[in-house]
C-alpha cells in the first residue's frame, strides 16, 4: 500500500476531487461529463475517475467545452 504518497499527487481524481478543484457542485461535475463538456471519465467498473493530467490541462485552457468525435 502506498500511504506516504501524497494525495496531490494521484494520476486519478473522483468526481468530487474534480468538483473540489472547480469549486463547483459534484453534480456539476456529472452534468458536465454528461453532455461531454468536459475531459472524458475513465470506468473502472463502477466506478468513475478522471485523469489528473487531463483536467488540469483543461483547466489551464480556461475549461473550455470539449469537441465530441464524431464516429
Known amino acids: 500500500?502506498?500511504?506516504d504518497r501524497n494525495a496531490d499527487?494521484?494520476?486519478l481524481l473522483t468526481p468530487t476531487e474534480?468538483?473540489?478543484l472547480l469549486k463547483v457542485s459534484r453534480r456539476h461535475v456529472d452534468r458536465?461529463?454528461?453532455r461531454g463538456?468536459?475531459?472524458a471519465p475513465v470506468r473502472l467498473g463502477t466506478r468513475v475517475r478522471f485523469l489528473r493530467a487531463e483536467i488540469e490541462s483543461w483547466i489551464a485552457s480556461g475549461c473550455p467545452e470539449m469537441e465530441k468525435g464524431t464516429d
Request: hydrophobic share 65%.
Open 18 to 20: 474534480v468538483a473540489s
Open 9 to 11: 499527487d494521484a494520476l
Open 1 to 3: 500500500m502506498m500511504t
Open 37 to 39: 463538456a468536459m475531459p
Open 32 to 34: 458536465l461529463a454528461g
